[in-house]
């Protein structure tokens, strides 16, 4: 679909590239943000879409297979009381039923992969938003310390040159706030990438935790039986 080949674009995009090369890059990188934002919220949306449209067809799938199982039913009472007719037509319905639910069961594959690449997408596009905006605010920093630095430079030429001496220490002050923001943007993009470690490692626990429950159940089930 287009949404899903618009986001695939953002995806490749090679944020820090594309900052360096452009005449703007406050402008641009204002820009690519809204965009993701756009189309995360977008993405989003198409997830809600197809879990539903999963739910719906997997009800329809069971109504269906429950009508199968109903008219075999029939079909062996029928039998029981040498009814072979009502019987046989009791059969061409069970067989349509199932027919019915086999057919819904390949849309449900279907549907079922839609949304996982669906989820899987808008997963990403929300790391691509995080890491472009822990870049920007990087840019930022890193433009005023320029600007800043830049200041500092004129006033030390006005000196050089005898102009009116002027008080370097504002200045200086600015430049040392910028290197502090770029130091801290640094920073809050290292914590949040161990925060993300941190996370795999919590998720891969949960997840050996449920295997382990599951084969407990399992080998309960055999011992019952």
């Given at each position: 679909?287009?949404?899903?080949?618009?986001?695939?674009?953002?995806?490749?995009?090679?944020?820090?590239?594309?900052?360096?090369?452009?005449?703007?890059?406050?402008k641009?990188?204002?820009?690519?943000?809204?965009?993701?934002?756009?189309?995360?919220?977008?993405?989003?949306?198409?997830?809600?879409?197809?879990?539903?449209?999963?739910?719906?067809?997997?009800?329809?799938?069971?109504?269906?297979?429950?009508?199968?199982?109903?008219?075999?039913?029939?079909?062996?009472?029928?039998?029981?009381?040498?009814?072979?007719?009502?019987?046989?037509?009791?059969?061409?319905?069970?067989?349509?039923?199932?027919?019915?639910?086999?057919?819904?069961?390949?849309?449900?594959?279907?549907?079922?992969?839609?949304?996982?690449?669906?989820?899987?997408?808008?997963?990403?596009?929300?790391?691509?938003l995080?890491?472009?905006?822990?870049?920007?605010?990087?840019?930022?920093?890193?433009?005023?310390?320029?600007?800043?630095?830049?200041?500092?430079?004129?006033?030390?030429?006005?000196v050089?040159?005898?102009?009116?001496?002027?008080?370097?220490?504002?200045?200086?002050?600015?430049?040392?706030?910028?290197?502090?923001?770029?130091?801290?943007?640094?920073?809050?993009?290292?914590?949040?990438?161990?925060?993300?470690?941190?996370?795999?490692?919590?998720?891969?626990?949960?997840?050996?935790?449920?295997?382990?429950?599951?084969?407990?159940?399992?080998?309960?089930q055999r011992?019952?039986?």
């Amino acid at each position: 679909m287009a949404l899903l080949e618009r986001v695939s674009t953002l995806l490749r995009a090679n944020v820090s590239d594309l900052l360096t090369k452009a005449e703007d890059p406050e402008k641009l990188a204002r820009q690519l943000i809204l965009d993701m934002e756009n189309q995360l919220i977008q993405v989003k949306t198409q997830v809600a879409i197809a879990i539903a449209d999963q739910h719906l067809l997997e009800k329809k799938k069971m109504a269906q297979e429950e009508s199968h199982t109903q008219w075999l039913r029939k079909a062996e009472t029928a039998v029981a009381k040498g009814q072979d007719a009502l019987a046989r037509a009791a059969l061409e319905r069970a067989l349509s039923h199932r027919r019915m639910a086999e057919a819904l069961a390949e849309q449900c594959a279907d549907q079922s992969a839609e949304s996982d690449t669906l989820r899987s997408t808008y997963s990403r596009l929300q790391q691509k938003l995080a890491e472009t905006q822990a870049q920007v605010d990087i840019l930022a920093a890193q433009l005023r310390r320029n600007r800043a630095m830049q200041k500092v430079a004129a006033a030390q030429a006005e000196v050089q040159n005898g102009a009116r001496p002027v008080r370097l220490a504002p200045l200086r002050s600015k430049v040392d706030e910028a290197g502090s923001h770029g130091r801290a943007a640094r920073t809050m993009v290292e914590i949040g990438s161990a925060e993300s470690l941190e996370e795999r490692f919590t998720n891969t626990e949960k997840n050996d935790q449920v295997e382990a429950l599951l084969m407990e159940l399992k080998e309960r089930q055999r011992h019952l039986s």
